[in-house]
């Protein structure tokens, strides 16, 4: 059910100058951005390879810093996936839901605290396209 590791995510103190490193200096590619509820700047997406991302947030509160730093893993299956996970008695720290690049998703949390998001991809989705 697990394809492998889809990206990574990293908070960030200032956009310009990672979005120079990772792209400019490192030499992959800015593949989209997608913005908040309020239309402002909220993640930065480079292509790593083929399927493969880095994920930029541009800040947030306490919590959500901690989330950022975060491995997202592509499944195929992920109502399948998620209701084994709740069989096996691990507890959803957000339940199976659509983001807002329209890709399937759920969150729980490892044994020492750390995010892991498991999302299906969506065929129109900008990860998709880029």
Same mark, same amino acid.
């Given at each position: 059910?697990? +394809?492998?590791?889809? %990206?990574?995510? *990293?908070? $960030?103190?200032?956009? &310009?100058?990672?979005?120079?490193?990772?792209?400019?200096?490192?030499?992959?590619?800015?593949?989209?951005?997608?913005?908040?509820?309020?239309?402002?700047?909220?993640?930065?997406?480079?292509?790593?390879?083929?399927?493969?991302?880095?994920?930029?947030?541009?800040?947030?509160?306490?919590?959500?810093? +901690?989330?950022?730093? %975060?491995?997202? *893993?592509? $499944?195929?299956?992920? &109502?399948?996936?998620?209701?084994?996970?709740?069989?096996?008695?691990?507890?959803?720290?957000?339940?199976?839901?659509?983001?807002?690049?329209?890709?399937?998703?759920?969150?729980?949390?490892?044994?020492?605290?750390?995010?892991?998001?498991?999302?299906?991809?969506?065929?129109?989705?900008?990860?998709?396209?880029?």
């Amino acid at each position: 059910m697990i +394809k492998g590791i889809h %990206h990574k995510g *990293f908070q $960030v103190t200032d956009m &310009e100058k990672t979005l120079h490193f990772y792209c400019e200096v490192l030499g992959f590619k800015h593949a989209f951005d997608l913005k908040d509820s309020d239309g402002y700047p909220w993640i930065e997406y480079v292509k790593i390879a083929e399927g493969s991302f880095v994920e930029f947030f541009y800040g947030g509160t306490e919590e959500e810093k +901690k989330q950022y730093d %975060h491995i997202c *893993f592509e $499944v195929e299956g992920i &109502e399948a996936l998620a209701e084994k996970l709740r069989d096996k008695g691990i507890s959803f720290a957000s339940e199976l839901s659509t983001g807002k690049d329209s890709n399937k998703q759920f969150w729980i949390r490892d044994p020492d605290g750390n995010w892991l998001e498991f999302m299906e991809l969506d065929p129109d989705s900008p990860q998709m396209r880029s």
